[in-house]
């Protein structure tokens, strides 16, 4: 079957706008995580969702970054009144439970 | 989670294994070491991981010393496509789920 897909590829926006981001996890992973990657750095954890339990949201940056997920399905990633160093690649991961994180190809956002 | 120490970057030729280290001091007894790499603009891709005995897959062996104070990733025949920056993880528990906390990784360029 598919991967994990992310959507847009790439988001350019005006610094103040709001971004979502979209992720469709492998069919039947019931854990996804969002970590971010500014340029030339390494992952960020930001949140992580498993099944029916209240998210890890203890890598969020501020209150301007929620997410949320819809079952075991698409998850959406917003930040609202972004700001230029929002600017990074969103990468999207979902697993099972005894086998690695898949991740998805990312979506690279760049605030003007 | 442990933190983990890995030199920036190395080299290797085509063909021949690459030894790629990496220092996890303080590592604790339930904690796993993982290896991700991240091929140029596509999201992280999982490699293998293991608690403390020495394992293999079709893509790479591991070797984690007796006191698991460190390890060491082995890619027997390296090709280009190999060409990747690699990170070292330590987490805990034996199941993908929680974060990945990743380091800045060994760039690794193999060369003709």
């Given amino acids: 079957g598919a991967g994990v897909s992310q959507s847009p590829s790439n988001k350019v926006t005006e610094k103040g706008k709001d971004v979502e981001l979209r992720c469709d996890p492998i069919s039947g992973h019931t854990a996804l995580y969002w970590y971010r990657q500014r340029l030339g750095q390494g992952l960020e954890f930001l949140i992580y969702f498993q099944g029916n339990s209240a998210p890890d949201k203890s890598g969020l940056p501020s209150d301007r970054f929620s997410a949320e997920r819809t079952g075991e399905s698409v998850s959406t990633l917003t930040i609202q009144r972004t700001q230029q160093e929002d600017s990074a690649v969103y990468l999207c991961a979902s697993s099972l439970v005894y086998n690695e994180q898949f991740f998805g190809p990312g979506t690279r956002l760049t605030v003007l | 989670?442990?933190?983990?120490?890995?030199?920036?970057?190395?080299?290797?030729?085509?063909?021949?294994?690459?030894?790629?280290?990496?220092?996890?001091?303080?590592?604790?007894?339930?904690?796993?070491?993982?290896?991700?790499r991240q091929i140029h603009s596509q999201g992280p891709q999982y490699i293998i991981h293991g608690l403390k005995n020495n394992e293999t897959n079709e893509m790479a062996s591991l070797i984690i010393t007796e006191d698991r104070k460190s390890s060491t990733l082995i890619l027997p025949h390296a090709t280009l496509r190999d060409t990747a920056v690699y990170y070292c993880i330590v987490k805990a528990g034996g199941t993908s789920y929680g974060k990945l906390t990743f380091g800045q990784g060994t760039i690794l360029t193999v060369h003709p």
């Fill in chain 2, 1 to 36: 989670d442990a933190k983990t120490t890995q030199p920036t970057s190395m080299d290797c030729a085509e063909g021949r294994a690459a030894n790629l280290p990496c220092n996890h001091s303080t590592i604790s007894g339930n904690e796993y070491v993982y290896w991700y």
